[in-house]
DNA sequence: CGGCCGATCCACT
DNA sequence: GTGGATCGGCCGA
């Protein structure tokens, strides 16, 4: 079942964060499917957050996606490198966002091995904000895509996960964040 | 318009 | 565990 715009209309971004995990992120780009569950994400909570790109009600060009209404994808470019995938939530002009850091492969595992330039399967291979768009083939070009579409989508598999097996910790690289740095917002399912 | 820097990854060691 | 790759956005001039 594809998960509709009720679920990332919500306010609470943690909750949605942490119901990401054992969801799947199925993506059809090249005219080949891959997919895999959600193992990792952080929240981003809007304009109070020192560590969001819309800190401040910031709003760029980039950050813009951000403040659409929820269920669009917010792609941008890391490092020059790297491809990140967020999931806007949350009504129009309240800028929350998560952020899928891992994902294990599901489906296509021959596409994501080729897009990876990686011989075979290894347990980090999608384990990483830019990996997981490599894998899944996720670009600049999917900014603002629609979450519930053919392109990209995010299904309910009724996979469970135990609410004993979700870690939180504080997030990664956002020592600028100053004292949000230490919030518990990088949730890990550690099966 | 120039310069800096980042929500990273990989190849090496 | 370390350093190089590599580029759009932002800020200050």
């Known amino acids: 079942m594809i998960l509709q715009d009720d679920f990332y209309l919500r306010e ?3 909750a949605i964060s942490r119901e990401l995990l054992g969801k799947v992120l199925i993506t059809e780009i090249g005219g080949k499917r891959t997919s895999g569950i959600i193992t ?6 809007g304009v109070t957050d020192k560590a969001s790109h819309a800190y401040g009600n910031r ?7 951000m403040y659409a209404e929820g269920g669009v994808a917010y792609v941008y470019l890391c490092y020059g490198i790297h491809h990140l995938f967020n999931v806007v939530t949350n009504k129009k002009d309240t800028p929350h966002a998560v952020l899928i850091r891992a994902v294990k492969p599901l489906e ?3 596409k994501i091995l080729s897009r990876r330039k990686r011989p075979g399967m290894t347990s980090d291979l999608c384990k990483g904000p ?3 768009c490599q894998a899944l083939g996720i670009n600049l070009k999917h900014d603002q895509t629609p979450l519930n579409g053919k392109t990209i989508r995010i299904e309910e598999r009724n996979i469970r996960v135990n609410e004993n097996a979700i870690i939180s910790t504080p997030r990664i690289g956002v020592d600028y964040a ?3 740095a ?3 917002y990088r949730f890990v399912w550690d099966k």
């Open 12 to 14: 609470d971004v943690l």
């Open 40 to 45: 990792e994400t952080e929240a981003y909570a």
């Open 59 to 65: 709003r760029t060009k980039r950050t813009e996606t």
């Open 108 to 110: 296509g595992e021959k």
């Open 130 to 132: 830019g990996k997981v």
């Open 178 to 180: 100053e004292e949000d």
């Open 182 to 184: 230490q919030l518990p």
